[in-house]
């Protein structure tokens, strides 16, 4: 690394060492963990690690370097911002008091080194690893704060690679994540690298003002311009709160899981949707309501089962139709079986097959009303025992009988009914009062249409091409034309 002055400008004062040196970091581990290092300082060291009887001094030989932190919170008790460069970084020195044997160092200074690291020699790092083989001949600052390089930084090596695309959106749809939002101009961005690759950017460029976080498992926090934001993890995530959470989404809101997903709510929830609401399952729908459960429709009830439904009722079953209710049901066999009662007692209810009507009881089955009517072409009662109440008509006539045959017909009802007890009037009338034609099957409701949320638009694609340097604004600096300046 190329600096201002030649190690031979500086003369050693045996005495006392007053002044700012330049040294470099050949030891970051302190046992004693109090951010210390060993440092080589030109003019009090030289380059050799071999001690002979005049020159020489091996790397654990040199004094320990205590550090000069700044002010924030006083570097006491834990408060402060702590820090320990890394093996072959140039500082800045001072000794205190002029005592050699009491370095202290305060600040770090970038370069461009010429050579890598020689771990024989001093004012190299003895590991041999910074400065690195792959930044000879180039300027030690972070290649995202001049732009240079891109295509060797983790922008273009790993995160434009693992962009999230494609992502489906419920009933339709895709989106994509949004790309990475770097154009920084040099000098604006400010960089914060660790030897990790864990980084911080705050970026300045004008018309592209920009917060960057980013750790090397590709996880990162990126905010735009205009406020837009990126936040990805690319591991497990927990989001613990202590107390209430609120939550706005001012536009749509797309979720997706690609796996299970489960919620467990200890207390009650509330749901509250001011427009339509669409759910669409592709296999099974299972709910366990281990109490009551109750709908409050305030409008119509359109349901559509295209194959078979089932309903099993293990207790009482009530229904109650405050109005008139119609309920028309076609089959070619209807089977009611083992039911304790069933009231209908208000409304029309019509069961209507080309096949059978199948009424089963193990107990009794009772037609109760002023008026029965029973219209077929033949009426036979197989039953053990009949009551005829009120009044009990047949109706002959529609299958083209006449009065007489009305009449001997019901004199062989009588004659059938011989046990039975007659009511107070038992008549036949010949004019049979038109019966209600059935209801034809209601056509299936239509399923009104979902309507597809559109996808969120694309970002723009950004161009991650290195920009050339610009000219030097700044004129040429007298002390650069001068190849060594004495201190």
Same mark, same amino acid.
């Given at each position: 690394?190329?600096?201002?002055?030649?190690?031979?400008? $500086?003369?050693?004062?045996?005495?006392?060492?007053?002044?700012? !040196?330049?040294?470099?970091?050949?030891?970051?581990?302190?046992?004693?963990?109090?951010?210390?290092?060993?440092?080589?300082?030109?003019?009090? %060291?030289?380059?050799?690690?071999?001690?002979?009887?005049?020159?020489?001094?091996?790397?654990?030989?040199?004094?320990? #370097?205590?550090? #000069?932190?700044?002010?924030?919170?006083? *570097?006491?008790?834990?408060?402060?911002?702590?820090?320990?460069?890394? +093996?072959? *970084?140039?500082?800045?020195?001072?000794?205190?008091?002029?005592?050699?044997?009491?370095?202290? !160092?305060?600040?770090?200074?970038?370069?461009?080194?010429?050579?890598?690291?020689?771990?024989?020699?001093?004012?190299?790092?003895?590991?041999?690893?910074?400065?690195?083989?792959?930044?000879?001949?180039?300027? =030690?600052?972070?290649?995202?704060?001049?732009?240079?390089?891109?295509?060797?930084?983790?922008?273009?090596?790993?995160?434009?690679?693992?962009?999230?695309?494609?992502?489906?959106? #419920?009933?339709?749809?895709?989106?994509?994540?949004?790309?990475?939002? $770097?154009?920084?101009?040099?000098?604006?961005?400010?960089?914060?690298?660790?030897?990790?690759?864990? !980084?911080? /950017?705050?970026? =300045?460029?004008?018309?592209?003002?920009?917060?960057?976080?980013? %750790?090397?498992?590709? *996880?990162?926090?990126?905010?735009?311009?205009?406020? +837009?934001?990126?936040?990805?993890?690319? /591991?497990?995530?927990?989001?613990?709160?202590?107390?209430?959470?609120?939550?706005?989404?001012?536009?749509?809101?797309?979720?997706?899981?690609?796996?299970?997903?489960?919620?467990?709510?200890?207390?009650?929830?509330?749901?509250?949707?001011?427009?339509?609401? !669409?759910?669409?399952? %592709?296999?099974?729908?299972?709910?366990?309501?281990?109490?009551?459960?109750?709908?409050?429709?305030?409008?119509?009830?359109?349901?559509?089962?295209?194959?078979?439904?089932?309903?099993?009722?293990?207790?009482?079953?009530?229904?109650?139709?405050?109005?008139?209710?119609?309920?028309?049901?076609?089959? /070619?066999?209807?089977?009611?079986?083992?039911?304790?009662?069933?009231?209908?007692?208000?409304?029309?209810?019509?069961?209507?097959?080309?096949?059978?009507? %199948?009424?089963?009881?193990?107990? /009794?089955?009772?037609?109760?009303?002023?008026? &029965?009517?029973?219209?077929?072409?033949?009426?036979?009662?197989?039953?053990?025992?009949?009551?005829?109440?009120?009044?009990?008509?047949?109706?002959?006539?529609?299958?083209?009988?006449?009065?007489?045959?009305?009449?001997? =017909?019901?004199?062989?009802?009588?004659?059938?009914?011989?046990?039975?007890? #007659?009511?107070?009037?038992?008549?036949?009338?010949?004019?049979?009062?038109?019966?209600?034609?059935?209801?034809?099957?209601?056509?299936?409701?239509?399923?009104?249409?979902?309507?597809?949320?559109?996808?969120?638009?694309?970002?723009?694609?950004?161009?991650?091409?290195?920009?050339?340097?610009?000219? =030097?604004?700044?004129?040429?600096?007298?002390?650069?034309?001068?190849?060594? &300046?004495?201190?």
């Amino acid at each position: 690394m190329p600096i201002k002055n030649s190690i031979y400008d $500086y003369e050693t004062n045996t005495d006392k060492f007053y002044g700012i !040196y330049r040294g470099v970091v050949e030891c970051r581990f302190d046992p004693e963990r109090l951010c210390r290092c060993r440092i080589r300082v030109w003019g009090v %060291h030289d380059e050799l690690k071999d001690k002979t009887p005049k020159r020489g001094i091996p790397t654990h030989e040199l004094p320990w #370097a205590e550090p #000069a932190y700044g002010l924030y919170q006083g *570097s006491v008790s834990g408060n402060g911002f702590w820090t320990v460069p890394l +093996q072959g *970084s140039y500082v800045w020195v001072f000794f205190e008091n002029g005592n050699w044997m009491k370095p202290r !160092y305060f600040a770090t200074i970038p370069g461009q080194p010429i050579e890598p690291a020689n771990p024989a020699e001093g004012f190299n790092d003895p590991m041999g690893e910074f400065p690195r083989g792959d930044w000879v001949d180039e300027s =030690d600052a972070h290649r995202l704060m001049k732009r240079d390089k891109l295509a060797e930084t983790t922008l273009l090596e790993v995160k434009l690679p693992k962009q999230d695309k494609g992502v489906d959106i #419920a009933f339709g749809g895709t989106w994509d994540e949004y790309p990475p939002m $770097y154009q920084a101009e040099y000098p604006f961005n400010t960089v914060m690298y660790s030897h990790s690759g864990i !980084y911080t /950017e705050i970026d =300045d460029t004008e018309n592209n003002r920009r917060y960057h976080f980013y %750790h090397p498992s590709n *996880s990162y926090l990126e905010i735009g311009e205009i406020g +837009q934001m990126t936040f990805r993890n690319a /591991e497990k995530r927990w989001d613990i709160c202590d107390d209430m959470k609120f939550e706005h989404v001012m536009n749509d809101y797309h979720r997706k899981v690609d796996t299970n997903r489960t919620s467990l709510v200890m207390m009650d929830q509330w749901d509250e949707i001011y427009l339509n609401r !669409y759910s669409k399952i %592709h296999i099974n729908d299972r709910k366990d309501v281990l109490n009551d459960q109750i709908y409050h429709i305030f409008d119509n009830k359109i349901e559509q089962i295209d194959v078979d439904r089932k309903i099993y009722v293990l207790d009482n079953n009530t229904e109650i139709i405050d109005t008139q209710e119609k309920s028309h049901v076609k089959a /070619e066999r209807i089977y009611i079986t083992n039911a304790e009662n069933i009231d209908y007692s208000d409304g029309t209810k019509k069961i209507q097959s080309a096949d059978k009507i %199948h009424i089963q009881s193990a107990v /009794e089955i009772i037609l109760e009303a002023p008026t &029965v009517r029973i219209k077929a072409d033949e009426f036979l009662d197989h039953a053990a025992k009949t009551e005829i109440a009120d009044e009990f008509i047949w109706n002959g006539i529609a299958q083209g009988k006449s009065q007489s045959a009305v009449q001997s =017909d019901t004199a062989m009802i009588a004659k059938q009914l011989g046990s039975a007890t #007659a009511g107070p009037e038992f008549s036949v009338s010949s004019e049979a009062p038109e019966a209600p034609e059935a209801p034809e099957a209601p056509e299936p409701p239509e399923i009104p249409e979902i309507p597809i949320p559109p996808a969120p638009p694309i970002p723009p694609v950004l161009d991650y091409s290195d920009v050339p340097p610009e000219p =030097d604004p700044c004129p040429p600096n007298p002390c650069d034309m001068v190849e060594s &300046v004495i201190v």
